[in-house]
Structure formats: structure tokens, C-alpha cells
């Protein structure tokens, strides 16, 4: 079976690639499926790109394969934008999904504008290649309280666009189907045809 390597030691976005590749006889190998001791690379990015790049190019040098890496994050308009690349660690070190959900309640509360999208930018390198990327986006709004136990992250307050329930409640088929990152990989499909062909 083909591989690629996803340049994360995420869980929830692992599971997510493998489901998103496995249509494609891909098999998606993360960072903690490697028997190597690999750099942490550091998101020093001030946009999505820049990180998404830094991510892959760093990895994909140091073992000479492809390699892919995303960078998303949500964008909150009654928050200019935020937490935007800053996500994954906006209430502060160590990563924490409940803390930085919490974070962007308080900010939120008594606020009636509540649109809100996620973004994720995948960038692939190829070795000896220019990187490419592809960006992808899901509109909707936050809710007041979490809801469903499924997902990660922001998922619990994110209700997109023509759904009631958030992406916590949605379930895992129906979420690849419209999330941002499902988005951003069907973008990039030529390129992953290309590649593996």
C-alpha cells in the first residue's frame, strides 16, 4: 500500500487523514508511527501557510519523502480573526482544547455576532519540489455552551452552516464531508493522484 506521512502528533487529525486518505489506498503514517526521533517544529508562522510549510518542508528534508502538514485553526469575526493560527494554544502552554474553548466563550460572552469559520491550509513537499498548498474553509457559527462528544478542539461550539447540531454531534463521515480539511485535501487531489500514480 502507498504511504504519506502527516507531519502531526495530533490525534484528532490524524484520524481524520486516514479516513480522508483511505479513499485514495493511501496509508497515512503520523509522526508518532515513525521509529524516529524528529524535531518538534515550531509553528513560528504569522499566517496558516507559513506554518502548514515550516511543518512539512522541515520534515520532509529530514527523511527525503513526502510529506504532508496542515495549519488550521478558527477565525472568529467578533474577534478580529482570533484565535486563528494561534488555536491550537490560545489560553497558553501546554495545549489545552476545554481551556481554549473556554477562552473563546468568555471573550464571546453577551456578543450576538457569532460567525465564525474554520481554516486549514495543507501544504505538500516533495523533495527537490516547489510546496504546494491548498486552503479550505467551513462557515457557521459558535454556540453559547458545548455540545457533543464527539470531535476535538472547537468542534463542541461550531454549528456549520445548513446544521443545527456542531460538529461534535455530527459524527465523523458526515464532518470529512464538509469540514475544512476534507475541503483543502480535495483541492490538493490532482497533485496526490500525481504522486502516487
Do not use: W
Not at 137 to 150: D, I, N, R, Y
Not at 180 to 192: G, N, T
Amino acid at each position: 500500500m502507498k504511504k504519506i506521512i502527516v507531519a502531526t502528533h495530533n490525534e484528532g487529525k490524524v484520524r481524520e487523514f486516514r479516513q480522508l486518505f483511505s479513499k485514495y489506498n493511501i496509508e497515512t503514517l503520523s509522526l508518532d508511527d515513525l521509529d524516529r526521533n524528529l524535531p518538534e517544529v515550531e509553528e513560528t508562522g504569522e499566517t496558516f501557510e507559513e506554518n502548514a510549510e515550516l511543518k512539512a518542508r522541515t520534515i520532509s528534508s529530514i527523511l527525503n519523502v513526502p510529506v504532508i502538514a496542515d495549519d488550521s485553526g478558527l477565525e472568529v469575526d467578533a474577534l478580529n480573526g482570533s484565535p486563528g493560527v494561534y488555536s491550537a494554544r490560545y489560553a497558553g502552554e501546554p495545549k489545552d482544547d476545554q481551556k481554549n474553548l473556554d477562552k473563546v466563550l468568555l471573550e464571546l460572552k453577551g456578543e450576538n455576532n457569532r460567525t465564525a469559520r474554520f481554516v486549514c491550509v495543507l501544504a505538500l513537499s516533495i523533495p527537490g519540489q516547489s510546496v504546494v498548498f491548498e486552503r479550505g474553509t467551513c462557515e457557521g457559527h459558535l454556540l453559547e455552551e458545548p455540545q457533543g462528544g464527539s470531535g476535538f478542539g472547537y468542534d463542541p461550539i461550531f454549528v456549520p452552516d445548513g446544521y443545527t447540531a456542531t460538529m461534535a454531534e455530527i459524527g465523523a463521515d458526515e464532518k470529512n464531508k464538509i469540514s475544512h480539511r476534507s475541503q483543502a485535501l480535495s483541492k490538493m487531489e490532482d497533485k496526490i493522484h500525481q504522486l502516487f500514480s
